[in-house]
């Protein structure tokens, strides 16, 4: 996968070229369906993620392109694992009744995960706007790095400076998304 580059990657499966899609269902499956089993899914549920991303990605590239950052391969499972994610969401959020069942429209699911995967991107991108020293505090900070480790890695007075400064980058993220553009798109305000 890595001779071709994004665009013809994206241009092939717009294609429907069954080589290019052999190609990713072997370079990539086995890194998500490792995912989607290591997060309580099976087989079955990776091959649906999967087939849902490329299909994501296909509607994505066909109605208003996709930017693609980093590697095709990368982008790909941060989609499929962004998918997975919401999945098991969707299922501790649901009641399990064996009488009733819901009907959903797999195409509004669809446009529900595109959306989702444009924030994500959003919010990736504002991102690197941050400061050096706001990039490692918040990453940190996702990793759930314990604040005490965060006052010394970053030689602050005490927890609560190093609570304010989370804060203060969060707020500066946030900040960040909330004036692009594309911001009310993706809200629907």
Not at 30 to 48: F, I, M
Not at 82 to 97: D, F, G, P
Not at 104 to 121: F, G, L, P, S, T
Request: proline share 2%.
């Amino acid at each position: 996968m890595n001779k071709l580059n994004n665009h013809t990657i994206v241009d092939s499966l717009l294609k429907g070229d069954q080589e290019v899609m052999q190609l990713l269902y072997e370079s990539l499956f086995p890194k998500v369906l490792s995912y989607v089993r290591n997060n309580q899914g099976s087989k079955e549920d990776a091959e649906e993620i999967f087939h849902d991303a490329l299909y994501q990605i296909m509607i994505r590239a066909s109605t208003k392109g996709v930017q693609i950052n980093s590697t095709f391969d990368g982008y790909v499972y941060t989609v499929c694992r962004n998918l997975w994610l919401a999945e098991i969401k969707s299922r501790q959020r649901k009641v399990r009744n064996e009488g009733v069942f819901e009907l959903k429209d797999k195409d509004d699911e669809i446009v529900a995960a595109i959306i989702n995967q444009e924030r994500w991107e959003l919010m990736e991108e504002q991102f690197l706007n941050l400061s050096d020293t706001c990039r490692e505090l918040m990453k940190d900070y996702f990793k759930k790095v314990p604040y005490k480790e965060i006052v010394k890695k970053f030689s602050y007075s005490s927890e609560n400076v190093a609570f304010q400064k989370v804060f203060k980058c969060k707020k500066r993220l946030m900040d960040l998304v909330k004036s692009h553009p594309n911001y009310k798109n993706l809200t629907g305000l």
